[in-house]
Nanobody, 124 residues
Framework: QVQLVESGGGLEQAGGSLRLSCAAS????????MGWFRQGPRKEREFVAA????????DYADSVKGRFTISRNNVKNTVNLQMNALKSEDTAVYYC????WGEGSRREQEYQYWGQGTQVTVSS
């Protein structure tokens, strides 16, 4: 079992930056691939970024590639999402998720554990 708690969301202007963090507790964090997903108003939840359990592999949705960076710290048991050049369409609730021994899938169904989410609102 692993518990995930997101933080760092808030209100930001278009073009600005935010840094989301996800703190994990429970089983050995380094055995989990971590992903970030988001759900905007009246939208389905969608993949944003993922990082393998080792940190060697990262993947990004086309909509955020070049603007967002995912990273992890297996000592502090955290995964971060640095979001730059924010756009109004980035407005969503952002969730982190954990997948035991994963490589960082884009599929929600691969992730066993989810956080409660943190709201990001980008004003234009």
């Amino acid at each position: 079992q692993v518990q995930l708690v997101e933080s760092g969301g808030g209100l930001e202007q278009a073009g600005g930056s935010l840094r989301l963090s996800c703190a994990a507790s429970g089983r050995t964090f380094s055995t989990y691939a971590m992903g970030w997903f988001r759900q905007g108003p009246r939208k389905e939840r969608e993949f944003v970024a993922a990082i393998s359990w080792s940190g060697a592999i990262t993947d990004y949705a086309d909509s955020v590639k070049g603007r967002f960076t995912i990273s992890r710290n297996n000592v502090k048991n955290t995964v971060n999402l640095q979001m730059n050049a924010l756009k109004s369409e980035d407005t969503a609730v952002y969730y982190c998720a954990a997948d035991l021994w994963g490589e960082g899938s884009r599929r929600e169904q691969e992730y066993q554990y989810w956080g409660q989410g943190t709201q990001v609102t980008v004003s234009s």
